[in-house]
Structures are given as structure tokens and as C-alpha cells.
């Protein structure tokens, strides 16, 4: 009887260090992966960013680019909703397997979602400013009364122009 209880104990005890061994094994490769993914960062977020342009180039086309051409203001609300139908796009592209690499990546979903969102921020705040900046240079002639002087515009007088209006602006 105590041969069998000691055998039982030794059997349990095999089977607890095994089972620990496997779980710290499990821990030192998603370590060692989410180390990788660090060192590899260029090449893993590449594919991520391939999406990103793809989504932002159909959703700027579909929700955005019809207020543009009319040469109205899009509203907070629509841009918001712009906002949210690019993530949803971006994800529905990357599919659940890379989704869930990147929810490991950047360690919950809601910090990938925010990641997401400030791209598209970021890309349509870049656009706007391209914008505004062709459209002054446009306008812009040195004196600010004519357009027929273009010759004597300086990348230098645009962009201070642009940037002080932008700034006056804020405050």
C-alpha cells in the first residue's frame, strides 16, 4: 500500500515538472517571437501598412473625396465615420490570424484599433495640409494681389504663409 502511494507521488510529481517545463517552454518561444517581431519590426509592419494604404485608398475615395470635389468641409461626424469604416476595413483585410498577431503585438486590440485610427488621422491630416499648400501656391504670388508672377514665389514664402495661418488659427 505504501509502495503504491509512493509510486502515485512520484508519478504526480513527474507529471507536475513536466507540465511546468512545457509551460515555461511556451512562455521562452513567445518571447523569443515577440523578440524576433522587434528585431524584424520593418518587415512585420510592412505588411500591416500594405493594408492600411490599400483601406485608406478606398475608403478616402468612398467617404471622403465626394466632399473634397465639392469643396466642402467634412463634418467631425463624417470623418469620424470615415474613421471607424477604415479600421473595420483594415482588419477585414488583415484577417483573423494576422489580426491576432498583432493584437499580440501590440498587446490588446484596443491599442492596435488606436494604431489603425492614427494612421488615417495622420495620412488625411497630411492630405489636407497638400492641399492647403498647392492651393497657396496657387494663390500665391509674393504680394498677394496677382498670379501672373509666379517666378518670384519661394518654397520659403509659401510655407510660412501657410504655417502662420495655420497657427494664427490656433490660437
Given at each position: 500500500m505504501i509502495l503504491i502511494s509512493l509510486m502515485i507521488l512520484?508519478?504526480?510529481?513527474?507529471?507536475?515538472?513536466?507540465?511546468?517545463?512545457?509551460?515555461l517552454n511556451c512562455i521562452k518561444i513567445n518571447n523569443q517571437f515577440n523578440i524576433m517581431r522587434i528585431k524584424n519590426f520593418n518587415s512585420y509592419i510592412v505588411v500591416l501598412h500594405y493594408y492600411m494604404e490599400?483601406?485608406?485608398?478606398?475608403?478616402?475615395?468612398e467617404s471622403i473625396l465626394i466632399y473634397s470635389m465639392e469643396g466642402m468641409r467634412v463634418t467631425e461626424e463624417q470623418f469620424n465615420d470615415a474613421s471607424k469604416k477604415f479600421t473595420s476595413f483594415v482588419i477585414r483585410m488583415i484577417g483573423p490570424n494576422l489580426k491576432e498577431s498583432y493584437i499580440?503585438?501590440?498587446g490588446d486590440e484596443k491599442t492596435l484599433y488606436f494604431n489603425i485610427m492614427e494612421y488615417f488621422n495622420y495620412k488625411y491630416?497630411?492630405?489636407?495640409?497638400?492641399?492647403a499648400t498647392s492651393?497657396?501656391?496657387m494663390d500665391f504670388d509674393g504680394s498677394g494681389s496677382s498670379k501672373d508672377n509666379m517666378q518670384s514665389v519661394s518654397a520659403t514664402d509659401v510655407l510660412t504663409r501657410t504655417f502662420s495661418n495655420s497657427y494664427n488659427t490656433l490660437k
Amino acid at each position: 500500500m505504501i509502495l503504491i502511494s509512493l509510486m502515485i507521488l512520484i508519478f504526480l510529481s513527474i507529471l507536475i515538472i513536466s507540465g511546468l517545463y512545457f509551460i515555461l517552454n511556451c512562455i521562452k518561444i513567445n518571447n523569443q517571437f515577440n523578440i524576433m517581431r522587434i528585431k524584424n519590426f520593418n518587415s512585420y509592419i510592412v505588411v500591416l501598412h500594405y493594408y492600411m494604404e490599400r483601406a485608406y485608398d478606398i475608403i478616402y475615395k468612398e467617404s471622403i473625396l465626394i466632399y473634397s470635389m465639392e469643396g466642402m468641409r467634412v463634418t467631425e461626424e463624417q470623418f469620424n465615420d470615415a474613421s471607424k469604416k477604415f479600421t473595420s476595413f483594415v482588419i477585414r483585410m488583415i484577417g483573423p490570424n494576422l489580426k491576432e498577431s498583432y493584437i499580440s503585438f501590440y498587446g490588446d486590440e484596443k491599442t492596435l484599433y488606436f494604431n489603425i485610427m492614427e494612421y488615417f488621422n495622420y495620412k488625411y491630416e497630411s492630405d489636407e495640409l497638400l492641399k492647403a499648400t498647392s492651393n497657396n501656391v496657387m494663390d500665391f504670388d509674393g504680394s498677394g494681389s496677382s498670379k501672373d508672377n509666379m517666378q518670384s514665389v519661394s518654397a520659403t514664402d509659401v510655407l510660412t504663409r501657410t504655417f502662420s495661418n495655420s497657427y494664427n488659427t490656433l490660437k
